[in-house]
T-cell receptor, first 115, second 111 residues
């Protein structure tokens, strides 16, 4: 199991504001991910990281950016929030189980509403 | 065609019965498969993973994998109302750092 902490859990902000969603994990996992999920809809991978100083864009194009300066920390930033950014953002990290791929564990999510 | 496909449901099952959730995948290179449960408004939580053909049991849950048919299923025995949730199937290759998720099947257990 992984302990993954996301803050804030719920946020309402105005259009044009800059916002950073924080994500920290305490298990020393190298790989971390950000997913975006609208209510009742499927998960979309927007960013991932293999380790410190590694960041990659995911399958869904996103105007957000990420950084990975420390193993345990993977923040996501929106420079100028828009109503279209309203969604749930899920941070995750993964544990490598030998040859069987990575098992991903999720944080509790950050609900962002842009008004 | 999506890489991982699930029937979106809703699937309604009487309490105490067996719930059967199905998933197909298109990438023959997929090696490991995962089932996640997601309650409304919550994040997904891992139920179990499987990588070998056949059945894998964990409590009331059984995952089944058939690589020849590219088919994964999850059986929930003695279904409880607390099992009502959306169940996500996911697949990954060896060395692939990303998990590909299906759209999920919404399961409702009827008391």
């Amino acid at each position: 199991e992984a302990d993954i902490y996301q803050t804030p859990r719920y946020l309402v902000i105005g259009t044009g504001k800059k916002i950073t969603l924080e994500c920290s994990q305490t298990m020393g996992h190298d790989k971390m991910y950000w997913y975006q999920q609208d209510p009742g809809m499927e998960l979309h991978l927007i960013h991932y990281s293999y380790g410190v100083n590694s960041t990659e864009k995911g399958d869904l194009s996103s105007e957000s950016t990420v950084s990975r300066i420390r193993t345990e920390h993977f923040p996501l930033t929106l420079e100028s929030a828009r109503p279209s950014h309203t969604s749930q953002y899920l941070c995750a990290s993964s544990e490598f189980r030998g040859g069987f791929g990575n098992t991903i564990y999720f944080g509790e999510g950050s609900w962002l509403t842009v008004v | 065609q999506k890489e991982v496909e699930q029937n979106s449901g809703p699937l309604s099952v009487p309490e105490g019965a067996i719930a059967s959730l199905n998933c197909t995948y298109s990438d023959r290179g997929s090696q490991s498969f995962f089932w996640y449960r997601q309650y409304s408004g919550k994040s997904p939580e891992l139920i179990m993973f499987i990588y070998s053909n056949g059945d894998k049991e964990d409590g009331r849950f059984t995952a089944q994998l058939n690589k020849a048919s590219q088919y994964v299923s999850l059986l929930i025995r003695d279904s409880q109302p607390s099992d009502s949730a959306t169940y996500l199937c996911a697949a990954t290759n060896f060395g692939n750092e990303k998990l590909t998720f299906g759209t999920g099947t919404r399961l409702t257990i009827i008391p």
